[in-house]
């Protein structure tokens, strides 16, 4: 059974930062691409965040220079660091996991950026 189990989110003021954890059990975590997208109320799910099973990383404009994507292949665990958030980064926080047509979701995380 894949469980995909995002952790670290919750409220926070705008301009601090935040770091999402994604930890993954019943997939050959090295071998898959992972990734974070989110979905804010009233909006389609976007992509945030990518980090390919070899390492390369794609970041969404609004995310560039303020988030970092990393993954711990020994832990099975994929991170999302976060930095100088904004009001319009609150969203529920969906984890990723994608290898050819084979892919996972995770439940999701809120985080609420308070202005």
């Known amino acids: 059974q894949v469980q995909l189990v995002e952790s670290g989110g919750g409220l926070v003021q705008a301009g601090g930062s935040l770091r999402l954890s994604c930890a993954a059990s019943?997939?050959?975590?090295?071998?898959?691409?992972m990734a974070w997208y989110r979905q804010a109320p009233g909006k389609q799910r976007e992509a945030v965040a990518t980090?390919?099973?070899?390492?390369?990383?794609f970041y969404a404009g609004s995310a560039k220079g303020r988030f970092t994507i990393s993954r711990d292949n020994a832990k099975n665990t994929m991170y999302l660091r976060m930095n100088s958030l904004l009001p319009d980064d609150t969203a529920v926080y969906y984890c990723?996991?994608?290898?050819?047509?084979?892919?996972?979701w995770g439940q999701g995380i809120q985080i609420t950026v308070s202005s």
């Open positions: 019943g997939i050959i975590f090295m071998i898959y691409d």
């Open positions: 980090v390919t099973s070899g390492g390369n990383t």
């Open positions: 990723y996991a994608g290898r050819n047509s084979d892919y996972y």
